[in-house]
């Protein structure tokens, strides 16, 4: 049974930062493609950036030069850095993983965690 938790969410001002980490459990080997995706109150789940085991990362254009995805492969564990936040950032964060071949910000990944909160104040 693979298990995606999320941890590092919290409550921040503008501007601040805040680092997400996700860790697959329930599988020996990582994950062809790890991704961070987002849902604000009253709206739709967005792609907000992806990371294949290999190959380039991919970011939504608002995250775009604030944000940045990692992974250590050797602890199965996903990162999201995320500087400079506003408001528009607030929403629950969600880890996901694809043992698949495809990589991308759509929301078709096999397993997803349970989400992490991230809330920032103005």
């Known amino acids: 049974q693979v298990e995606l938790v999320e941890s590092g969410g919290g409550s921040v001002q503008s501007g601040g930062s805040l680092r997400l980490s996700c860790v697959v459990f329930g599988y020996t080997y990582s994950p062809y493609c790890m991704g961070w995706f987002r849902q604000a109150p009253g709206k739709e789940r967005e792609g907000v950036a992806a990371h294949p085991i290999v190959g380039r990362t991919t970011y939504a254009d608002s995250v775009k030069g604030r944000f940045t995805i990692s992974r250590d492969n050797a602890k199965n564990t996903l990162y999201l850095q995320m500087n400079s936040l506003g408001p528009e950032d607030t929403a629950m964060y969600y880890c996901?993983?694809?043992?698949?071949?495809?990589?991308?910000?759509?929301?078709?990944?096999?397993?997803w965690g349970q989400g992490t909160q991230v809330t920032v104040s103005s």
């Open positions: 996901a993983a694809d043992f698949g071949t495809m990589c991308s910000l759509l929301s078709t990944y096999n397993y």
